[in-house]
Structure formats: C-alpha cells, structure tokens
C-alpha cells in the first residue's frame, strides 16, 4: 500500500482508540522504506509521544519486569519504558519497532500486550495505539518468522514505495530540489536493493535523505561530495546524481520564469525535470506571501510550454500538493486544464 494511504490507516487506528476499536498494525517492508518515519508523523500530527520499544535488544525479562516478593507473594515491576498515563500522558502511540528482529522469547512475551493490551498487572492506557514494523525475510536482515498466534493479533500492511508520496515528502520537509529533479528523471533509483548483493550502501527514501544531508555538508568541498554521497546511495546512483547536477548548469533563468518573462523550455529531459522541481520549491516559498497569486500564475503559463504536456502535468500536480487547492482558482489554471484536459482523462 502507497505511503499517503497507509497515513490515513494509521491516522484513523489512533483516533479509533477513543472509541475502543483499534487493532494493532503491523508495517511490512524492506529496510529504508519510511516505516519508522510513517509512525512518527502520525505522532506528529497529532501531539503525542511515541514510545519506540525495540523488541530485537531485549530479553523477555526486560518487557515482563523483574520479580520481587511481596509479603511472600511474586510480583513484578513494571518497566518504565511501557506507557503510562500519568508520565506520558492519556493518548499516544506504543511502537514495536524491529518486531521480526525479536527472538522467538521475547516475542512471545508481546502476545499478551499486543493482544489484550496488558502484561500481567500492567495496563495499557486506553487512548494508546499500537503500531509495530519489521523487515520481510527475504530483505536479508535479521529476522524470524513470525509465529502465527503473534501475526494473529495484528492486521498487516505491506509499505510500498512510491515516488509521488516521497516526492511531496520531501518539498515539505526541504529536500534538496536538485534530489528531487534527479529522481524524478530516474524513478527507479528511489529504492534499488537486491538482497542477493546485500550491499552496504544502496538507493532508499531513507538513503536519500542522507545524500541531501551529504549536499548540505559537503556541496563546497566537491573532493569529498563524491565519496559522500556513494557513502549515503552507493556507487552507481552517486555517481548519476553528480553528473546529473553538473548539468544543472545549463538550467535556464528560474527567476525569470517566475517574473513572467519568455523563457524556453530546455530541450533535455533532465534539464526539463530539473526546472519543474526547481519551480516547485520556488512556489512553495511564495506561498501565503504577497507575491503568491503571481507566482502561481507564471509558473501555470509555463507549464504549458512542455513539449510533452505529461511534463507540465507532472510539474502542476507535484505543486498543487505542495501549496494547496487555491492553485484552481487562477485564472490560468483553467487555461492550463483545457490545454491537457485529453491528458488528464488519458491518466484518470
């Protein structure tokens, strides 16, 4: 399932809990996908904490507690890391993160929380979900099998990796455009592992995001962005995302598009990626300013200059999730659309 779907599942699992119809979810994947990250946004848009539990360094011990006797009887201490109400709050999310990394010993130790939502005297607090991810076994990482009592106990989603969620992702979250243009030029560069290789460094949404921190790190030192983007992606994409970006310098004037002034569309394909997403960030930053309506405008005029209308398509759509539905009441939206509407049609 897409990652902009899986949000509204996990979004809806977090507010069912109110109305004592949640059930856990479990994310399946393979490593870098963005599940961790899927899990701390619904956190995020909802204001409360996420107690990331990682089942795979623990013995069943430290999730049951430790015994002690009490006027001749066992009981157990609670560990502090499970959620309380009273040190956590009433609402928040319990993440088994890693969940198949977990010996069979610990795992079994989670049947009755995931299930019942308690372990021995401990309770979950009613306004917490819980959510866990791992990797499949043919990712090549450390897991088990999950055992059929445990996978009974959860409904199970498979993440898929999709460039348009990554893509509006990452201009939210100031991706380097130049990233962003490259990946949109070579889709399938977002995710390439082959577990048969396993090899240490390869292209994830994950791995992305450290080749735009490699960028902002190294992008004036170019004796070390090389080696430090094939540290992030590994050699074959770095390699591409470098001469990709050492072509960006026959970009056309992304100032002077945005003034409005008759500016051609590069003829390369790369290039003419290159400027839809350079066009996007620029929109993004006009956004809520004085200068908006404008902005938008040229940019939608712009967008009918693409040789090939899927381009510009491509372009307007990758903005309007970016900025928002005020993009249709422009003026030249309604002339962009009648422009592509066969377009439109054709994908819809």
């Known amino acids: 399932m897409r990652p902009s779907n899986l949000l509204s599942i996990l979004d ?42 990682r089942l795979s360094q623990m013995e069943p011990t430290d999730l049951r507690g430790i015994p002690f006797r009490v006027d001749g009887l066992v009981e157990w201490a609670i560990p502090a890391m499970l959620p309380d109400a009273r040190r956590h709050g009433e609402a928040g999310i319990l993440f088994l993160d890693e969940i198949t990394s977990a ?7 989670a049947y009755q929380l995931i299930l019942d939502r308690r372990l021995g ?12 991810a791992g990797n499949r076994q043919g990712d090549r990482g450390v897991t088990y099998s999950m055992p059929a009592p445990l996978a009974n106990r959860f409904s199970h989603f498979e993440v898929e990796v999709h460039l348009d969620d990554w893509v509006s992702w990452a201009y939210v979250s100031g991706i380097d455009e130049r990233i962003i243009a490259f990946l949109r ?37 170019p004796s070390l962005l090389g080696d430090a ?33 008759a500016v051609a569309v590069p003829r390369e394909t790369d290039l003419q990626y290159a400027v839809a997403s350079a066009l996007v960030g620029r929109a993004m930053r006009a ?3 004085a200068d908006e309506s404008r902005v938008y405008g ?44 066969d377009v439109m049609l054709f994908d819809m």
């Open 121 to 132: 005297a401990y309770q979950v607090p009613d306004g917490w979900a819980i959510f866990a």
């Open 298 to 341: 040229h940019i939608l005029d712009y967008a009918l200059k693409f040789p090939q209308r899927e381009m510009g398509v491509m372009l307007v759509s990758d903005m309007q999730r970016a900025v928002g539905r005020k993009l249709f009441s422009l003026p030249q939206f309604g002339n962009w659309a009648k422009h592509v509407a």
């Open 229 to 261: 983007l094939q540290a992030c992606v590994g050699p074959a994409a770095a390699i591409e995302l470098r001469a990709f970006m050492d072509n960006l310098d026959n970009l056309p004037d992304i100032d002077a598009i945005i003034c409005g002034e």
């Open 103 to 109: 010996v069979p010993t610990v795992s079994a130790a």
């Open 185 to 221: 030029f070579r889709p399938e560069l977002l995710f390439d592992f082959d577990p048969a290789h396993n090899p240490a460094a390869f292209p994830s949404p994950r791995s992305w995001e450290f080749a735009h921190r490699a960028l902002r790190k190294f992008g004036d030192q």
């Open 287 to 289: 956004r809520d300013s």
């Open 12 to 53: 809806r699992e977090f507010t069912s809990t109110r109305d004592g119809h949640h059930t856990p979810v479990m994310l399946w994947g393979p490593p870098g996908v963005g599940k961790s990250q899927m899990v701390a946004q619904v956190g995020l848009r909802h204001a409360v904490p996420v107690v990331d539990i």
